[in-house]
């Protein structure tokens, strides 16, 4: 996007329903202090506005066929490319999907009310991790609420030092293979 006449790329998750039939897409964006072009896109972008795209990359996306127990752990905005592969997951998809988010406040989790309402359907099994009152979400806290680690397949999205800790606890108990980090 053009921001005071300087081209400014940026990588953003696709958030939307990829069977929307006005064929529009959406993505999430959380406005960074200072952020120029976060802080461009929440606060001064207007219907109308041109925005570039790329061709879309890397491999942070649900296998088909889907596997039959999947784990979702974000923090933050890392829930923005786990909403995006939620919403596009049928329906109807019997796979047993745990989502692990961490936020600092409930009213802090992006995209709250729709996790919320997943949840309540029964499309999602979610456990909310909020850090100001709770414990910090980690390798011990994800053992603790999924019991089943080893079996599914992992998809996580968070801070560096949280996808580190997933990472060396993944290789240490030789389940690797099954996870997905962006």
Not at 7 to 15: D, G, I, N, P, V
Not at 65 to 85: D, E
Not at 86 to 115: K, M, Q
Request: proline share 4%; with cysteine; charged share 20%.
């Amino acid at each position: 996007v053009d921001v005071d006449g300087v081209r400014q790329w940026r990588t953003y998750s696709l958030t939307s329903d990829t069977s929307r039939a006005d064929g529009h897409i959406s993505i999430t964006v959380k406005a960074i202090p200072g952020g120029t072009v976060s802080d461009h896109l929440v606060r001064r972008a207007v219907v109308g506005t041109v925005v570039q795209l790329d061709q879309a990359t890397g491999d942070f996306t649900v296998d088909t066929p889907t596997p039959a127990k999947i784990l979702f752990v974000t923090a933050g905005s890392g829930i923005t490319p786990v909403m995006g592969m939620l919403r596009n997951l049928a329906p109807n998809n019997a796979t047993d999907i745990v989502v692990v988010h961490s936020a600092p406040t409930p009213e802090d989790v992006i995209f709250g009310a729709e996790l919320r309402t997943l949840a309540a359907r029964g499309r999602i099994r979610l456990v909310e991790i909020h850090s100001r009152t709770s414990v910090r979400l980690d390798v011990a806290a994800l053992e603790r609420v999924v019991g089943d680690i080893a079996e599914r397949h992992t998809w996580a999205c968070g801070p560096s030092g949280l996808l580190d800790e997933i990472e060396t606890h993944w290789a240490a108990t030789g389940i690797i293979d099954t996870l997905h980090t962006e």
